[in-house]
């Protein structure tokens, strides 16, 4: 009868442990299978990739300073190209010059013409002495003449002020000032004109000594042209660099003619800034002037630097400008890559407030509707561990990639996704092994 007993016992404890691996098993087969996240506390951050190129805060055109008239060039060898860095002194292109000798020969002629005259009319007043009377008439009209000049320039300076700045302005105000000061020097100088013409000046005096003056202007001007023009023939022949400088564009290719007025050359300015200018994607998250930036160089060099300014391009499209140092530049390639190419540019943004983290995927719904399923565990008779959907509406604050901020959840609830089947509110789930 024990036997009997011992064994039925043994039959039922047998019958409960299939039943218990067969029921296990059913559940694992018919059970939906989910990957759980942890509700994470903190401030949403996110990696921006971006490709900065080579500008600077200031350019300028390489030309000559002043060219004498009658000369022109015509661009012989090209020795810089777009991204070159050069120095100060530096050869950018060789010239021709061209119309040299016909300008010098011009005059000369003029000079020569003014020195006969200047004789002719030393021998025609040979005798002439200027009396006090006449100087004093000739330093009277110089000060009028002078006074009218000055008068000139500070009504067109009180015009201009009108028409910017309007009537009611300091800068209008203090242009009519100088104006009525000006205007009280001319009546004085006229004043002094009229007492100096009861004396008066003889005719011949007066002859001579505009007909001097005349004839000084004239070659005082041609000497002055002669000088450019000998100057241009030994500085013009080559264009070098003022100063160490980028070469940003190259306006002319040899065989051009070229007046010289005109830049043949677009390079860095003197202490400019060196650049990388990036454009932002539509969804990007805003940047703050200051916000690190790291840049990849040659090999594993690595530039740290940070953003200085925020623009837009000509298609309206946010730019950002990251300074560099002259010296990192080098580090990161050369000038002409970086001008063409760019740089990889990477910002690590982090949000100002924290908030509920969980992956982007684990939130469902539609925009200004969404919800996650949070999970119920409980043990069942058998000691299982039975997981249950719980519907939570959230709020989306922001998103950066795959993660996203959220309000509504609190710190270190369990939320189910990338669920193997559908799922609903009340679904019992198990995770993924």
């Known amino acids: 009868m024990k036997r009997k007993a011992l064994k039925g016992l043994l039959i039922l404890l047998c019958v409960l442990v299939i039943c218990f691996f067969f029921s296990g098993t059913v559940k694992t087969l018919t059970t939906a299978k989910v990957k759980l996240t942890s509700v994470q506390w903190g401030k949403l951050k996110s990696t921006l990739n971006l490709t900065g190129y080579l500008t600077f805060s200031q350019t300028e055109g390489v030309s000559f300073p002043s060219v004498p008239e009658g000369v022109s060039f015509t661009v012989g060898k090209m020795y810089a190209a777009p991204g070159a860095f050069v120095q100060a002194g530096e050869t950018?292109?060789?010239?021709?010059?061209?119309?040299?000798?016909?300008?010098?020969?011009?005059?000369?002629?003029?000079?020569?013409?003014?020195?006969?005259?200047?004789?002719?009319?030393?021998?025609?007043?040979?005798?002439?002495?200027?009396?006090?009377?006449?100087?004093a008439w000739l330093e009277a009209y110089d000060a009028l003449l002078s006074a009218r000049q000055e008068?000139?320039?500070?009504?067109?300076?009180?015009?201009?002020?009108?028409?910017?700045?309007?009537?009611?302005?300091?800068?209008?105000?203090d242009a009519q000032a100088a104006l009525t000061k000006a205007r009280q020097m001319e009546e004085q100088a006229?004043?002094?004109?009229?007492?100096?013409?009861?004396?008066?000046?003889?005719?011949?005096?007066?002859?001579?000594?505009?007909?001097?003056?005349?004839?000084?202007?004239?070659?005082?001007?041609?000497?002055?042209?002669?000088?450019?023009?000998?100057?241009?023939?030994?500085?013009?022949?080559?264009?070098?660099?003022?100063?160490?400088?980028?070469v940003v564009e190259v306006l002319l290719s040899p065989g051009?003619?070229?007046?010289?007025?005109?830049?043949?050359?677009?390079v860095s300015a003197e202490n400019a800034?060196?650049?990388?200018?990036?454009?932002?994607?539509?969804?990007?998250?805003?940047?703050?002037?200051?916000?690190?930036?790291?840049?990849?160089?040659?090999?594993?060099?690595?530039?740290?630097a940070g953003v200085t300014a925020l623009g837009y391009d000509k298609e309206g499209k946010t730019t950002v400008d990251v300074t560099v140092k002259p010296e990192d530049v080098s580090k990161l390639g050369a000038g002409y890559r970086l001008m063409r190419q760019g740089a990889s540019m990477t910002v690590?943004?982090?949000?100002?407030?924290?908030?509920?983290?969980?992956?982007?995927?684990?939130?469902?719904?539609?925009?200004?509707?969404?919800?996650?399923f949070t999970v119920?565990?409980?043990?069942?008779?058998?000691?299982?561990?039975?997981?249950?959907?719980?519907?939570?509406?959230?709020?989306?604050?922001?998103?950066?990639?795959?993660?996203?901020?959220?309000?509504?959840?609190?710190?270190?609830?369990?939320?189910?996704?990338?669920?193997?089947?559908?799922?609903?509110?009340?679904?019992?789930?198990?995770?993924?092994?």
């Open 256 to 266: 051009d003619a070229w007046d010289g007025s005109h830049p043949a050359l677009t």
């Open 273 to 304: 800034d060196c650049i990388l200018r990036a454009t932002l994607p539509d969804d990007a998250r805003p940047i703050a002037p200051g916000t690190a930036v790291q840049i990849a160089g040659r090999g594993d060099a690595q530039v740290k």
């Open 376 to 433: 119920s565990s409980s043990y069942n008779a058998f000691g299982q561990r039975v997981s249950v959907l719980q519907k939570q509406s959230v709020e989306v604050l922001d998103a950066a990639g795959d993660m996203v901020a959220l309000n509504g959840l609190g710190d270190m609830m369990q939320v189910a996704y990338m669920e193997d089947r559908s799922v609903s509110e009340g679904s019992e789930v198990m995770e993924y092994e």
């Open 92 to 135: 950018l292109l060789d010239t021709e010059i061209t119309g040299l000798q016909e300008a010098r020969e011009a005059q000369e002629s003029a000079l020569l013409a003014a020195e006969k005259e200047m004789l002719a009319l030393e021998r025609q007043y040979a005798g002439l002495r200027l009396t006090r009377s006449d100087q």
């Open 348 to 372: 690590n943004l982090t949000a100002d407030s924290a908030a509920s983290l969980l992956p982007a995927a684990a939130v469902r719904g539609s925009e200004g509707n969404g919800y996650v």
């Open 151 to 173: 008068a000139w320039e500070k009504q067109i300076a009180l015009n201009a002020a009108e028409k910017t700045a309007g009537q009611d302005s300091t800068e209008f105000a």
């Open 190 to 246: 006229q004043s002094a004109l009229d007492r100096a013409a009861r004396a008066g000046i003889s005719e011949d005096a007066y002859q001579y000594t505009m007909q001097k003056r005349r004839l000084e202007e004239t070659m005082k001007a041609a000497a002055q042209r002669l000088t450019d023009l000998k100057t241009a023939q030994e500085t013009m022949r080559s264009v070098r660099a003022a100063h160490d400088c980028y």
